[in-house]
């Protein structure tokens, strides 16, 4: 999703003429994103415009730019510009999906850590136990 908006940022006027294809797959994948959440900041206008966040009618100046910082440190943002003039600031994030894929592995860590020990205390139940049945037995013969 980053690599289109770029890609489309760098994009010239005369290279949309000349790569038309690559242009129109480009604003597809742009436009198809429904994860991905984006703040696109208008510099001219002064305008915050959001895109696959929730709750973000609401938001407060204060809130917006805590988020803004918060996707300035997972991704530098991308900048629109036309002959030198930076005309708007694109900032997004991880989606939902990566942010809890993170925790997995220790998930999976705690499940492996879980099981060697449940095999463990069966281990130790099994081998006491036959330790128990043998003394019983010993016992039985004196």
Request: hydrophobic share 40%; glycine share 4%.
């Amino acid at each position: 999703m980053a690599a289109a908006i770029q890609t489309l940022a760098q994009t010239t006027a005369e290279d949309l003429g000349n790569n038309l294809d690559q242009t129109q797959l480009v604003i597809t994948v742009t436009q198809s994103n429904t994860t991905t959440p984006i703040i696109l900041y208008s510099h001219e206008e002064d305008v915050y415009d959001f895109n696959n966040i929730p709750g973000s009618e609401a938001f407060s100046k204060n809130k917006i730019d805590a988020l803004v910082q918060r996707f300035k440190t997972e991704y530098e943002p991308i900048e629109i510009r036309y002959e030198q003039e930076l005309l708007q600031t694109i900032y997004y994030g991880n989606s939902p999906i990566i942010n809890k894929l993170k925790y997995y592995p220790a998930a999976i860590f705690l499940m492996i850590l879980l099981f060697v020990g449940f095999v463990y205390f069966f281990y130790r139940t099994a081998k006491s136990s036959e330790q128990n049945k043998l003394w019983a037995g010993m016992a039985k013969e004196t």
